[in-house]
């Protein structure tokens, strides 16, 4: 049997919406957030913790709602290059992140200083991985993606869409969080960020209030942390890797597709009325 395409797998990656949720409000509280970083299971924990009841934001949702990435730059250019988070108050993450009750994955985990300001009450979870086999994984979806030609010239003519995805990974998480401004820089910050960000994280939060989980450990130690009963089902495993390969594939295909289809909107016409000139003029 062939294996399912990630369409197959995870029909909510390719349910699109175009909502601009500044100004919006909070309508369920937030309560875990997972802060592993990029290529540490986080579609893995974002799937875990939707099963366990929590509406979980992935960078998928950002992918889905292309508007997101908007205030996701702004979020970073604030942290990582002005340095003034004042104007990411409650406010900010209430609109953001309103409609869900806990996150998973970059960029939110890089903000974990600033949402646990926010909602002090939160339960948080970290997943580390060993920095080789990590950076592995790094190398073959994010580095790789940075490095895509067709990414960048589909983002190009396809701003709303791919280009929005492109300039959050350029602009954001390259230059941004890892301070990066070529591939070759990024492959020598990659491993050190990476490892700061898991120091800082666990400096900085009461033991109490985190669980340090390692990948394989199954639904256990996460249900006794949150307090949840044990599903029915297998904890999910997700080849992240090959899946989001697949993905930014797809998506990239999406928005080209599209912008082909707008393009011939207009080239129709503008072929027919040449067409009719010359066929007048020749007569």
Same mark, same amino acid.
């Given at each position: 049997?062939?294996?399912?395409?990630?369409?197959?797998?995870?029909?909510?990656?390719?349910?699109?919406?175009?909502?601009?949720?500044?100004?919006?409000?909070?309508?369920?509280?937030?309560?875990?957030?997972?802060?592993?970083?990029?290529?540490?299971?986080?579609?893995?924990?974002?799937?875990?913790?939707?099963?366990?009841?929590?509406?979980?934001?992935?960078?998928?949702?950002?992918?889905?709602?292309?508007?997101?990435?908007?205030?996701?730059?702004?979020?970073?250019?604030?942290?990582?290059? *002005?340095?003034?988070?004042?104007? $990411?108050?409650? !406010?900010?993450?209430?609109?953001?992140?309103?409609?869900?009750?806990? @996150?998973? /994955?970059?960029?939110?985990?890089?903000?974990?200083?600033?949402?646990?300001?926010?909602?002090?009450?939160?339960?948080?979870?970290?997943?580390?991985?060993?920095?080789?086999?990590?950076?592995?994984?790094?190398?073959?979806?994010?580095?790789?993606?940075?490095?895509?030609?067709?990414?960048?010239?589909?983002?190009?003519?396809?701003?709303?869409?791919?280009?929005?995805?492109?300039?959050?990974?350029?602009?954001?998480?390259?230059?941004?969080?890892?301070?990066?401004?070529?591939?070759?820089?990024?492959?020598?910050?990659?491993?050190?960020?990476?490892?700061?960000?898991?120091?800082?994280?666990?400096?900085?939060?009461?033991?109490? *209030?985190?669980?340090?989980?390692? $990948?394989?450990? !199954?639904?256990?130690?996460?249900?006794?942390?949150?307090?949840?009963? @044990?599903? /029915?089902?297998?904890?999910?495993?997700?080849?992240?890797?090959?899946?989001?390969?697949?993905?930014?594939?797809?998506?990239?295909?999406?928005?080209?597709?599209?912008?082909?289809?707008?393009?011939?909107?207009?080239?129709?016409?503008?072929?027919?009325?040449?067409?009719?000139?010359?066929?007048?003029?020749?007569?």
């Amino acid at each position: 049997m062939a294996a399912k395409s990630v369409r197959e797998r995870r029909p909510d990656w390719f349910v699109f919406t175009d909502i601009d949720r500044r100004g919006a409000s909070r309508v369920v509280p937030i309560e875990v957030l997972s802060l592993g970083f990029a290529r540490t299971g986080t579609a893995s924990m974002q799937m875990a913790l939707t099963m366990l009841g929590y509406p979980t934001y992935h960078t998928s949702r950002i992918v889905t709602n292309p508007p997101d990435a908007d205030l996701w730059l702004e979020a970073i250019e604030a942290k990582f290059t *002005r340095h003034d988070t004042s104007s $990411l108050d409650r !406010g900010f993450w209430d609109a953001l992140l309103g409609h869900v009750s806990a @996150i998973s /994955d970059v960029p939110a985990a890089s903000f974990h200083e600033e949402l646990r300001a926010t909602y002090p009450d939160v339960k948080c979870i970290l997943v580390e991985r060993e920095v080789e086999a990590w950076y592995k994984s790094w190398y073959d979806v994010q580095i790789k993606a940075f490095g895509n030609v067709m990414f960048k010239v589909v983002g190009a003519i396809n701003p709303g869409f791919v280009g929005r995805q492109y300039r959050l990974l350029d602009a954001g998480v390259v230059r941004g969080i890892t301070g990066a401004n070529t591939k070759a820089e990024l492959e020598a910050k990659s491993r050190g960020v990476y490892l700061a960000h898991n120091e800082r994280v666990k400096a900085t939060i009461p033991s109490d *209030r985190i669980l340090l989980y390692t $990948l394989g450990s !199954g639904w256990e130690p996460l249900c006794a942390f949150l307090g949840k009963p @044990i599903p /029915d089902e297998p904890f999910p495993n997700i080849n992240e890797t090959a899946m989001i390969n697949e993905y930014v594939q797809a998506f990239i295909t999406i928005g080209l597709t599209n912008t082909l289809r707008r393009w011939s909107l207009y080239a129709l016409p503008a072929v027919a009325i040449g067409l009719a000139w010359w066929y007048a003029a020749s007569a």
